[in-house]
Every structure is written in structure tokens, then in C-alpha cells.
């Protein structure tokens, strides 16, 4: 790039606000001093939180943007009277080719119609997919859809697969990810006529993709393939569920080593373990959820992220910029032969 890797900021969205966004750069300019980012919102309140930071006076920059996008807006409301908002300043700062990737804390439904808007789908990609990095057992699996569709036909799952694949290959460094398909059981005959549809066009296609077949919920957290592809509306309430689950976990065991003199001296000899496994179980670490299918990175940060996991979210998005993942999922994609094609549509008439 002739210019700085620049990340846009939508410093409005999300429930913490602005100062938790000013705090996560503090933290992310030192991981990436060579970055760049430009916050869009209110002015005054802006300049006033980085003012105060001396290290971010080289790296930071400030547009205003009077208006925000609120957790309640519709979609379509903020693509007609949205224009002079934060979230909408942010994608066309990128659109403009100012920065190279997009991070909001906002509205995810406002989020993605601005984005499609603004930045256009790529060709040959049916609908653009939220993937998110899960951990496992044996290391981190992609997952996607955790929210942009509710729904998903047979070949808007194959799609999900293309672009799942490819971001495993860039983001996890893996040669052959392995692909699988998340259902109510492992057995052919299991699921909608969608997952069923989408099986057996991964299966007949011609493309370079190692797939597995059908995955259960619980083979997420035991790492059995490196992609998991489902619908947004089972995606998010898996995601949500293991979120809770993780704070859950981690409260009981606090209340355990609180417990009792001796369970408070088996703390103190178990720290080391112990920081180890908080590490692990909060769902701060791996905030941020990537847009697949755009002509522009986007990376949308959890609504209530607070500045470890905004800053989790800039971390993301800067590898993301780095990775020059479009031209892997436009070559992916191409490879479904017409005869595929022609398989997605004789599925859709059984």
C-alpha cells in the first residue's frame, strides 16, 4: 500500500461508547504501531478522549459524523436518512479507498445493508456471511453464519463454505481446511431440505475443498473440522449460548476457590493454571465477527464490548487487512462448475 494500513472507526456504536473505543486503540496502537485509525462521530466528545492520550496524537485522526445509528434503527430507515451517521461515514471511508477496513460496535442488521450498500457483494456471491474465529479443543474453527441471515437456502450454504474455506486458509494458515456442515445429526438422511441440498452439492462440485459432511454442536467446541457453516439464526444463538456458557463456567469456579481457606490456598498454588484458563474462557479475547462476501473488509465488534474486547475486534480487523482475502473467495467461487450450478437448482425441485 502507498499510504499506512488505515482502519475506519465507527466510534458511536456499541453500549460503551466512545471511551471504551479511545481506551481500545491505547492497547492496539502498541500491537501495531505501523497503523493508522480514523474515528468517525462526534467531534468535540472525540477530540476531547484523544487529547488526552499523548500516544495516539500521531496515529489517530477525527471526522465528524453529527449522527449515530442506534441499537433500534431499521436497516432500511438508516439506508434513507442515515447518511450523516457515524457507521455510515465509516464504510464510505473505505468505499473511498481512505482506509482499508471497517470496525463497528453498532447495529448488525444496519451494519450489513450499509456495508452492501456502500461497498457492493462480490460477483457470484449470493449474500454476505458474519464468520467468527471460535476455540476448541484443538486450537480455533471458523464459524459463519453467526447473524446476517436468519436463513439460508442451499446455495447461499455452499457460499458460506467458499468463503469460510478461504478465510481459514488466510486467517488460520491452514493448507486444507476442513469443511463441515452443522445439522441435527451426522447422518445423510438428518436436516432441512437446505443442509441436505448444500451436502450433496459440496460433495459433487469440483472444488479444491476438503469437506467433511455433517457436524453435531458439540463437535464446534471439540474442533472436529476447521469451518462450520450454518444459518445466521443457528449461528447466533450457538454463539450467544457459548458465550453464556464461558462466563458461567468461569463464575462457578470463582465461587468454588472462594469457598473455603483451603480452597483459597489451592488458588493461590494453582494461579499460574488458573490466569491460563480465565484467558481462555473469556469470550473478550476473540470479539469480532468479519463480513465475508464484500467488496471491503468489515469487522463488526460485539455490541457490549468494553476496550479488551474492541480491542480484540481492531486486532482482527487489521489482520484482515492484511490478508487480501477477495481475490482467494472470487477464484473459490469460480471454481463451482456450471454442472453445480445445475445440481442447486434439480435439489431445489426434489
Known sequence: MSRALTVSIDAMGGDAGPGAVVSALLKTSLRHPEARFV?????????ALVSRQARLKDCVSVRHAPGRVSMEDKPSHVLRRGKDTSMWHAVHCVKAGEADVVVSAGNTGALMAVSMFGLGIIEGISRPAIATIWPTLKGQTIVLDVGANVSASEEQLVDFAVMGEAFARVILGLERPLVGILNVGAEDQKGNDAVKGAAQILRAANLPMAFHGFVEGDDIAKGTVDVVVTDGFTGNIALKTAEGTARLVGSYLRQALRRSLLSRLGAVIAAGALDTLRRKL??????G???????????????????VGFASALDLAIDMARADLKPRITEARGRITAESIQMIDKVGEL
Open 282 to 287: 473469556d469470550p473478550r479475547a476473540v470479539n
Open 39 to 47: 474515528l468517525h462521530g462526534d467531534e468535540a466528545e472525540l477530540n
Open 289 to 307: 465477527g468479519v463480513f465475508l462476501g464484500l467488496n471491503g473488509v468489515v469487522v463488526k465488534s460485539h455490541g457490549g464490548a468494553d476496550a
